[in-house]
């Protein structure tokens, strides 16, 4: 490795290894004695653990009997990116948590069979639907993430016109470019996006709403409009020293490596700030690319981390280490304005007198220094406030406000699904909630576009 913190060279066939995917797949006879466990259940538990209410049973049951398409047909009827959650979805707390399975024996691997019907389809390259017939009516859907192209999937079924804008430069959001390569290849997120545009979906990617295209004209042209834009940069930490060479944004870092791999964290000490999903695979990345020494920083301790245990677990693997309770104050560059520590505080946590979460306090002349190289900032993300303002839509701090049942916006015109109404309680920050709350949005603009006139004539 070389000695830490100066730079080595690895070869970029490594470090495209070290980015292949973690998790092999099942194989057949695997599939077929693990899909011969499930007890078929009449009133399963673990479809109602499902947030897109995927019909497990019945898609096991296919792989059982060997009909791969039926099965794979079952999962992408319920959740439109049902490859991509096989893959990411915390199934130990969702539909495995809920197999009855686990009273006797260990749940079924349902995340492991989903992605085995999946991976059928795509090697086979089956088209899984087809879209219905015209009604006439027309739909905008700003945004092709998870929630964006689940809406346009289930729109094109309904036999609406619609046109995806997407700022980048390829559809599927955070599932083609926020999540690491070695738990999602970009392949999988992109045949779910084929899938869409293979109903008639008209995606047109570098094109943002707002700038490029006006609102105004966006409303005028389409019957509807569906605002999927998730969620934007990570917020600044507002210390000294963060606009030095060394530190990065985990975002923008976790997605350049979905499609350029460098020699930049070879021999590197790395300090990721923060301890959710993303953070872990801001770390995880920064072990692949050849980092001698990764440590992530928590102002609170493990039980309030927001990573799923999955995650953790899987960083621990990595030799990730962990500096709870302590938050950043300072980062110190040298002379040539490059990171070269970070300056900490020790914290801790005190009750808080309303009962809500601890309050987190810092802890008087406890200041500590971490010698790092590099500095990864994942303490959450902002939102896309501009878009929304000219949107003219209700808000708190950027968390667009819809009707829960029809998902609304308080323009009744322009309905909101995914990250982008995520937070206060409204909606959760998964993949799988995203994609079906784009599906309830769709459902929604059906029954208000096209069922209620036919209903009223």
């Not at 982008?420 to 959760?428: H, L, P």
Request: with cysteine.
């Amino acid at each position: 490795m070389g000695a830490i913190g100066k730079p080595v060279f690895i070869p970029v066939e490594s470090l495209r290894r070290n980015f292949a995917e973690v998790k092999a797949g099942m194989r057949p006879k695997e599939a077929i004695e693990e899909s011969n466990r499930c007890l078929y259940c009449y009133d399963a538990p673990c479809i109602k653990a499902c947030p897109t209410g995927i019909n497990i049973p019945s898609f096991i049951k296919k792989i059982a009997s060997g009909n791969m398409k039926g099965s794979a047909r079952v999962i992408m009827d319920a959740n439109p990116v049902g490859a991509t959650c096989a893959r990411v979805c915390p199934t130990e707390e969702l539909c495995e948590g809920a197999c009855v399975m686990n009273e006797s024996s260990k749940p079924i691997m349902i995340g492991s069979l989903q992605r085995y019907a999946t991976d059928w389809a795509m090697k086979n390259n089956q088209q899984l639907f087809a879209a219905g017939q015209s009604n006439g009516k027309s739909v905008a859907i700003i945004g092709g993430g998870p929630a964006g192209l689940s809406a346009a999937r289930e729109l094109a079924r309904f036999g609406f016109a619609v046109t995806i804008f997407e700022a980048k430069e390829q559809a599927g959001g955070l599932d083609t470019y926020g999540i690491v390569s070695f738990r999602l290849p970009q392949s999988i997120a992109l045949w779910e996006v084929d899938q869409v545009k293979k109903l008639g979906v008209d995606i047109r990617t570098n094109t943002a709403i707002g700038s490029g295209i006006a609102t105004d004209s966006l409303l005028a042209q389409y019957d509807a409009v569906l605002l999927a834009i998730g969620m934007s940069k990570v917020p600044y930490l507002n210390i000294e020293g963060e606009q030095l060479t060394g530190v990065y944004d985990a975002i923008d870092f976790v997605e350049a490596t979905k499609t350029e791999l460098t020699n930049d964290f070879a021999g590197k000490r790395v300090a990721v700030i923060g301890a959710g999903n993303t953070a872990v695979d801001a770390a995880t990345c920064s072990v692949r690319l050849g980092a001698a020494k990764v440590k992530m920083v928590y102002r609170r301790t493990r039980e309030e981390m927001t990573a799923y245990d999955f995650e953790f677990e899987f960083a621990k693997q990595d030799g990730v280490e962990f500096e709870w309770l302590s938050a950043p104050s300072r980062i110190i560059g040298d002379a040539d304005g490059n990171v070269e520590a970070l300056e900490c505080v020790r914290m801790q946590l005190e009750e808080d007198e309303q009962g809500g979460r601890k309050r987190v306090t810092p802890v008087e002349g406890s200041s500590f220094l971490l010698d790092v190289d590099v500095v990864i900032k994942a303490i959450g993300q902002t939102r896309h406030l501009p878009l929304i303002e000219q949107l003219g839509l209700h808000h708190k701090r950027g968390m667009v406000m819809v009707n829960t049942g029809t998902y609304q916006t308080s323009n009744p015109k322009i309905y909101a699904a995914g990250d982008v109404i995520f937070g206060e309680g409204q909606g959760d920050a998964m993949v799988v909630a995203a994609a079906q709350q784009g599906k309830l949005a769709a459902y929604s603009i059906y029954k208000t576009l096209v069922a209620g006139r036919e209903n009223d004539g």
